[in-house]
């Protein structure tokens, strides 16, 4: 019959898409880094955010010395953060909801 195999896995209907999988994000400045796992689906999404964020933070210093330089991890992921809001907030999302979905992501 066609479709069916007595051995090897079954391809088809019940095959997952490649949406479901996790691809890395690593959001980076200087020797700040973190990792995101983000849906296949969302990743070209939020790969646009992080290049137009990234884009908006000074060089950075050997020391992270500058004030409007982030200096810790956490507080380069909170500015992440809150330029994906405000994108969100200004209406720069897409008719799908595409960079909201980032946001819920980054939120969890």
Do not use: C, W
Request: without cysteine; proline residues 6%.
């Amino acid at each position: 019959m066609y479709g069916t195999s007595a051995t090897g896995p079954q391809t088809g209907v019940s095959t997952p898409r490649s949406s479901s999988s996790l691809r890395p994000l690593v959001l980076t400045h200087g020797s700040l880094e973190y990792s995101f796992l983000v849906p296949t689906a969302l990743h070209f999404h939020a790969s646009q955010l992080k290049e137009t964020f990234t884009a908006t933070l000074p060089a950075s210093t050997d020391e992270l010395a500058q004030d409007d330089e982030p200096s810790s991890v956490p507080e380069l992921v909170a500015r992440y953060l809150g330029f994906i809001a405000q994108e969100v907030d200004e209406g720069e999302d897409d008719a799908q909801g595409s960079y909201d979905e980032v946001l819920k992501l980054v939120l969890n």
